[in-house]
Every structure is written in C-alpha cells, then in structure tokens.
C-alpha cells in the first residue's frame, strides 16, 4: 500500500482499500508489469504479486493465448504488447514455452506496432550487462520494440533492425556504465531518476527519457516505413 496504492491505485482495477487509496478507483485495469527477480525474492514474494494483480485483467482486449499471468498480452488500439517472465531462476514457466508462445503470437497479431517486455535486458551497457538467455530473434519474429530494466539505467539500443531500450531509472540508486557501449547503442544515461514515455501514432512511434523534474533527456522518432531500423 505504501508504494503501490500511493502511487498506482488510480490504474490498478480492484485496488484494494488503504491508506492511499479508496479502492476500486478503475474499472479496467491500466497497469501491466512484467516480473522482475525482487517479485520473487522480496515481501511475499510471487503468490502476493499474484494475489495483488489480475493480468491482463477483466476487459482488457488479449489473444487470451497463454493461460497465465507471468507471461501475456494486452492490446490497445494499434499496439499489441506481450509480456514475458525473463528470470528463470524462479520462474515456474520455462523460457522454451514462452519462446513458443511470443513466435506463435506476435506472427499471428496484425498490429501495426508489437512491443516486448519483460525485467533482464537482452543488451546493455551497464552494470548487470547482456542477458544471453533473453537474446531471441524478435526482429525475425516481428517485434517493433523490446522493452527491459533490471539495470538501473537508461540506454537506446537499435539491433537487428529494430529498438532495444533499457528504461530502469525509476527506483533504487543509478548504476554506472561498467562496460564499453554494446554494438547500435545510440545513447546511455545513467544519472536521473525518470521514466520512458511512449508515442504511438499509425505511421510512427517515439521515445522519450523523461527525467523525475519533467526534463526531456533523450528522444527519438522511429517512422513505420524506416523499419527495419
């Protein structure tokens, strides 16, 4: 309640009743996260993240496909997202299967834009660096945008012909940039808290790093036709 009533109960549908928050605030729910390894590691771990969200959620437009809140998708309008569970060391849903499901489903959207995300970037600069076991072909498959934090950092990574972001700026202190920038970084940040803003129109989508005090740290315009990148 203290975090996520105070700062998400007017997104989260079913919100529970607390000091932040007068419950019940949305209809449908407005908030998908991805699991991240302190969902498993820290509180009441899985069950209570389980226990606390319904996701994707009654009323969200979803293929429905996966059976599972770990890894799922929701749709809006022209954009279809599919989240996935990257941290194998406690998942009880194997990376195979999603493997399975992300190539089945994003072949199967007619989105014009498909994003991915999930917690351990597959490419980054920082401190906690590449995470092999994320590195699918999503290009191939037909993803537009993958989407990841864990490092505590930003960095826009074009690869494969398409975008990679790293947006993990939102809590805890920044981490340094450790490691020489990997191949199609085009830029890192790592001394703001902030968040990454999304735009999705039909011909084009962009990105931007919006720092805690409002400032636009990085931005980039990515037109439908340029992909792949």
């Given at each position: 309640?203290?975090?996520?009533?105070?700062?998400?109960?007017?997104?989260?549908?079913?919100?529970?009743?607390?000091?932040?928050?007068a419950?019940?605030?949305?209809?449908?729910?407005?908030?998908?996260?991805?699991?991240?390894?302190?969902?498993?590691?820290?509180?009441?771990?899985?069950?209570?993240?389980?226990?606390?969200?319904?996701?994707?959620?009654?009323?969200?437009?979803?293929?429905?496909?996966?059976?599972?809140?770990?890894y799922?998708?929701?749709?809006?309008?022209?954009?279809?997202?599919?989240?996935?569970?990257?941290?194998?060391?406690?998942?009880?849903?194997?990376?195979?299967?999603?493997?399975?499901?992300?190539?089945?489903?994003?072949?199967?959207?007619?989105?014009?834009?498909?994003?991915?995300h999930?917690?351990?970037?597959?490419?980054?600069?920082?401190?906690?660096?590449?995470?092999?076991?994320?590195?699918?072909?999503?290009?191939?498959?037909?993803?537009?945008?993958?989407?990841?934090?864990?490092?505590?950092?930003y960095?826009?990574?074009?690869?494969?012909?398409?975008?990679?972001?790293?947006?993990?700026?939102?809590?805890?202190?920044?981490?340094?940039?450790?490691?020489?920038?990997?191949?199609?970084?085009?830029?890192?940040?790592?001394?703001?808290?902030?968040a990454?803003?999304?735009?999705?129109?039909?011909?084009?989508?962009?990105?931007?790093?919006?720092?805690?005090?409002?400032?636009v740290?990085?931005?980039?315009?990515?037109?439908?036709?340029?992909?792949?990148?």
């Amino acid at each position: 309640d203290g975090a996520v009533g105070k700062h998400y109960c007017a997104f989260i549908a079913g919100a529970r009743k607390g000091s932040h928050c007068a419950g019940d605030e949305v209809a449908v729910n407005r908030f998908f996260p991805s699991t991240g390894n302190h969902d498993y590691s820290d509180g009441g771990g899985i069950d209570e993240y389980r226990d606390y969200f319904s996701l994707p959620g009654a009323g969200v437009p979803t293929s429905g496909t996966t059976g599972s809140e770990l890894y799922y998708d929701h749709i809006h309008r022209h954009v279809h997202f599919f989240v996935l569970d990257s941290d194998p060391d406690y998942s009880p849903t194997s990376l195979d299967a999603q493997q399975v499901w992300l190539r089945s489903a994003l072949n199967a959207s007619a989105a014009t834009w498909k994003i991915v995300h999930f917690h351990h970037p597959p490419y980054s600069s920082g401190e906690q660096g590449d995470h092999a076991r994320m590195q699918w072909p999503y290009a191939q498959w037909g993803a537009h945008v993958v989407i990841s934090g864990h490092d505590h950092n930003y960095e826009r990574i074009v690869r494969d012909g398409i975008l990679y972001l790293v947006c993990g700026m939102g809590g805890q202190e920044a981490y340094p940039l450790s490691r020489a920038r990997v191949p199609g970084s085009q830029a890192a940040i790592t001394d703001v808290y902030g968040a990454c803003l999304f735009e999705a129109a039909e011909d084009a989508i962009s990105v931007a790093l919006v720092t805690a005090d409002a400032a636009v740290r990085d931005y980039a315009l990515y037109n439908r036709s340029a992909y792949p990148l």
